[in-house]
Every structure is written in structure tokens, then in C-alpha cells.
């Protein structure tokens, strides 16, 4: 894994989690759906069980049958214990024989998501059990190549936003009706050109295009089929993943012809609880994350929002970690301090299940001095033409 924008772990974090612990090695089994192993391996194998173990300052893989020439390319440890062509070992005997091949009968430590037959057996086989969040805590600081990775997906999210703007400032006002290229335009229409742009980027749409259109953008996760009607708010929340496993996110909110005096008031008090939260995140590191929160909630309380209430309102986090996972820490409801290297979301919004919604997000990185945002894409109620600047 040399290249300058792979990404990287570096498993210091795990030598101290064992001196925390006072175990003498760590554990890991799961598939390619966990994240926190996907982190720790690098490795994007097939949904079959494999493992990870980390003892003495080795880095260990163990991957399924056939794959051990994939995981020598992406495994950023110290070895893979392959198997060939043999037929598919479970993955713990495998971690089982090394420990005792390196006679470990301390501890060991685990994270709270291994696979629940993994623990029972460890423990069967005279293992005590040490539980530990050292992933977790390690995945929310990101390196300089872990950043890189997220400002490339998140580069992809704009085009792919670019292009739904292309198709709404082209969409036609008939009546009470949108249409584009002569037919009813329709979230599900315009989910598919933002994901065929995203896919043209290198970025996978992953399930996570959320497109609402008037009342459907106060369901926060929409991903159905809504006529989008004149006027009405158009709220495009993009979330692909690279290649490399990581995330971008972002969301801006538009309309088709003259905006609903409502979308507008409400684009305008959302416009202003993002200034005021981007206000507090220039303080740098140090800064109170729930502080962030509050600082967007005072704004939209001010204008007469509700807060926290599920109904309507402005009721959710105005942000979270992203990395490897779309949701991870640090939250910025959280009552801790915020370091450098997290890398949040800031994304307040107001909903009315009658009348719409509006969330504008950016994707920041907290620095010792303020914040950078990876996003560099306009703010506005109105959609650019294709060619536009």
C-alpha cells in the first residue's frame, strides 16, 4: 500500500489499547461489512467471515480461501496467513493456532462488534475477554491520507449535484406540473442522473442518494418516487463511497421556477443556523462539539422553528463523523471536545411534513486553528444551468 492516496492504519492505537486492557492481544472477526474491519484490514474480500489479530507489534490477516493474493495487495500489516488453494478454514482456529503457536494466555481484547460465535469460542478455549473501543476512537481522527480520500469522494458528490442542477434549471413549469425532456420529472428520474454522473466519477450512489420533493423532504432518508411540483422545496442529499471505502456527503436544496414564500423563509433561517454553527467551528480545536448544535439550534429557535421536536422543526443532530462508515464519531451533540483531524458534517434543516423541507450540509475538517470545508459548491434556492460558473 504505497501509493501517496491509499489509505492508511497504523496500529499504534492498538499497543495501547492492549496496555490499557493488560491483554496481550487483539482480535477481530467479521466480513466485509464491518466497517471497523475494513478499517483495520484495508482488505475488501468476499461477505465471508475472515479475521485480524494484533499481538507483539504484528499486524495479522486472515483471509478466506483464494483471496490471499488480494489481501497481500491491500493489507497494510505485517503478514497474511494464507491458505492457498485449500479449502476454506474457519477463521478462528486459524487465530486460535497462531495464539497458541505464540503462546498467548493473557487476555485478549475484542471489540464489542466481533461476531458473537468468535467471543464464545475465545472464551471456550480459556481466553479471558477484554472488550475494547480502540477502532472506534482510532477511525474518528483522520490521517492526511485518510483526508485525501474523503475530499476525492467528496469531489465526486459535487458532480454529481452539478448535474442534478443541470436537470432542474432545464425542467419546465406546465401547470402544477415539472417536466424534463417532455415527461413528468420525478425523484426517481432525477436519483438516476446524479447516480449515472456519480458512477462516471468512480463513486459508488451506495443506496444513499436521498432525494425529497414539497413533503417527502421530511423524510430525512427518502429514496422513493415523488413528482417534484413547481415551486416546491428539492432537497438532494448525496452520500456515495469511493473505492477506497470511504464516504462523501452533502446536501443543498433547490426549486423549479418561483420558490413557495415558505421554502424561502425557511432556506433563509437555514442559511443562517449553518453560518452560526461554521461560526463556532472556527474556534478550532478545543471547542465543545454539542456547542455546535446549540449554536444552529438558537438560530432556528429564534426564527420560530421547533427544536427537537420529531413532528416538524429542526429535530436532529446538526452533524456527525464520517469516514469508513457514513455515521461515525465524533457527533456533534456530543458533550467533548472536538481535535484535529475529525472530520464532521454540518447540516441543520427544517421539515414540515405538509410542506417540505430544506437541509444545506457541508463536510469539514476541524484543525487546530478553525476548520477546513471540503466542500466548495454554491449556496442557492436556484438551480445553475449546466455551463454555469
Known amino acids: 500500500m504505497d501509493h501517496p492516496d491509499d489509505p492508511e492504519t497504523e496500529y499504534g492505537f492498538l499497543a495501547e489499547a492492549l496496555a490499557d486492557t493488560d491483554a496481550d492481544a487483539f482480535v477481530h472477526v467479521a466480513d466485509r461489512f464491518d466497517d471497523g474491519l475494513r478499517y483495520l484490514t484495508r482488505f475488501s474480500g468476499p461477505d465471508r467471515p475472515y479475521a485480524f489479530a494484533y499481538h507483539d507489534g504484528d499486524a495479522l490477516l486472515f483471509p478466506p480461501s483464494l483471496f490471499d493474493e488480494q489481501a497481500e495487495r491491500e493489507f497494510p500489516g505485517t503478514t497474511v496467513v494464507g491458505y492457498g488453494d485449500r479449502s476454506e478454514p474457519d477463521p478462528v482456529d486459524a487465530v486460535l493456532a497462531i495464539l497458541a503457536d505464540r503462546d498467548v494466555d493473557g487476555p485478549v481484547a475484542v471489540p464489542s462488534a466481533?461476531?458473537?460465535?468468535?467471543?464464545?469460542?475465545?472464551?471456550?478455549?480459556?481466553?479471558?475477554?477484554?472488550?475494547?473501543?480502540?477502532?472506534?476512537?482510532?477511525?474518528?481522527?483522520?490521517?492526511?491520507?485518510?483526508?485525501?480520500?474523503?475530499?476525492?469522494?467528496?469531489?465526486?458528490?459535487?458532480?454529481?449535484?452539478e448535474r442534478a442542477e443541470a436537470v432542474l434549471s432545464e425542467a419546465t413549469v406546465d401547470g402544477d406540473v415539472t417536466r424534463w425532456n417532455g415527461d413528468v420529472l420525478t425523484t426517481e428520474r432525477l436519483r438516476r442522473e446524479i447516480n449515472a454522473e456519480l458512477s462516471r466519477q468512480g463513486v459508488d450512489p451506495s443506496g444513499y442518494s436521498v432525494i425529497g420533493a414539497g413533503p417527502t423532504c421530511a423524510d430525512l432518508h427518502f429514496t422513493g418516487t415523488d413528482e417534484i411540483r413547481p415551486g416546491e422545496s428539492v432537497l438532494i442529499d448525496l452520500s456515495p463511497r469511493g473505492p477506497h471505502g470511504y464516504y462523501g456527503d452533502i446536501t443543498r436544496?433547490?426549486?423549479?421556477?418561483?420558490?413557495?414564500?415558505?421554502?424561502?423563509?425557511?432556506?433563509?433561517?437555514?442559511?443562517?443556523?449553518?453560518?452560526?454553527?461554521?461560526?463556532?467551528?472556527?474556534?478550532?480545536?478545543?471547542?465543545?462539539?454539542?456547542?455546535?448544535?446549540?449554536?444552529?439550534?438558537?438560530?432556528?429557535?429564534?426564527?420560530?422553528?421547533?427544536?427537537?421536536?420529531?413532528?416538524?422543526?429542526?429535530?436532529?443532530?446538526?452533524?456527525?463523523?464520517?469516514?469508513?462508515?457514513?455515521?461515525?464519531?465524533?457527533?456533534?451533540?456530543?458533550?467533548?471536545?472536538?481535535?484535529?483531524?475529525?472530520?464532521?458534517?454540518?447540516?441543520?434543516?427544517?421539515?414540515?411534513?405538509?410542506?417540505?423541507?430544506?437541509?444545506?450540509?457541508?463536510?469539514?475538517?476541524?484543525?487546530?486553528?478553525?476548520?477546513?470545508?471540503?466542500?466548495?459548491?454554491?449556496?442557492?434556492?436556484?438551480?445553475?444551468?449546466a455551463d454555469s460558473s
Open 114 to 161: 466481533i461476531r458473537h460465535d468468535a467471543y464464545a469460542r475465545l472464551s471456550k478455549a480459556g481466553y479471558e475477554i477484554e472488550t475494547t473501543s480502540a477502532v472506534e476512537n482510532a477511525r474518528e481522527r483522520k490521517t492526511d491520507r485518510e483526508r485525501r480520500c474523503l475530499e476525492s469522494v467528496e469531489r465526486a458528490a459535487q458532480h454529481g449535484l
Open 253 to 385: 436544496t433547490f426549486t423549479v421556477g418561483s420558490p413557495d414564500p415558505w421554502v424561502e423563509t425557511v432556506y433563509d433561517a437555514v442559511l443562517e443556523a449553518r453560518n452560526a454553527a461554521m461560526s463556532v467551528l472556527e474556534e478550532g480545536a478545543g471547542v465543545r462539539a454539542v456547542s455546535v448544535h446549540e449554536a444552529a439550534s438558537d438560530v432556528l429557535s429564534d426564527a420560530g422553528y421547533g427544536v427537537g421536536d420529531v413532528s416538524s422543526g429542526f429535530y436532529h443532530g446538526v452533524g456527525h463523523g464520517i469516514g469508513v462508515s457514513l455515521h461515525e464519531g465524533p457527533g456533534l451533540t456530543d458533550d467533548r471536545e472536538l481535535r484535529p483531524g475529525h472530520v464532521v458534517t454540518v447540516e441543520p434543516g427544517v421539515y414540515d411534513p405538509d410542506r417540505g423541507g430544506v437541509r444545506l450540509e457541508d463536510l469539514v475538517v476541524v484543525t487546530r486553528d478553525g476548520f477546513e470545508n471540503l466542500v466548495d459548491y454554491p449556496l442557492s434556492l436556484t438551480p445553475r444551468a
